[in-house]
């Protein structure tokens, strides 16, 4: 579930974020980007740890 922020409050701006697993399943790097009106820039990384 997502619990952060929201970019809906944003309508004229788009977003969108690439999710990568690690080989082991135990991480997730996520790079979010949203658009302005000249093209795709960087918004956020994050690193996701798996807790057991």
Same mark, same amino acid.
């Given at each position: 579930?997502?619990?952060?922020? *929201?970019?809906?409050?944003? @309508?004229?701006?788009?977003?969108?974020?690439?999710?990568?697993?690690?080989?082991?399943?135990? %991480?997730?790097?996520? *790079?979010?980007?949203?658009? @302005?009106?000249?093209?795709?820039?960087?918004?956020?990384?994050?690193?996701?740890?798996?807790? %057991?």
């Amino acid at each position: 579930m997502w619990t952060g922020p *929201s970019l809906r409050c944003l @309508p004229s701006l788009a977003s969108r974020a690439t999710i990568v697993f690690s080989g082991d399943g135990n %991480t997730q790097r996520i *790079s979010w980007e949203w658009r @302005p009106e000249d093209g795709w820039l960087p918004l956020c990384d994050r690193t996701a740890y798996r807790i %057991t």
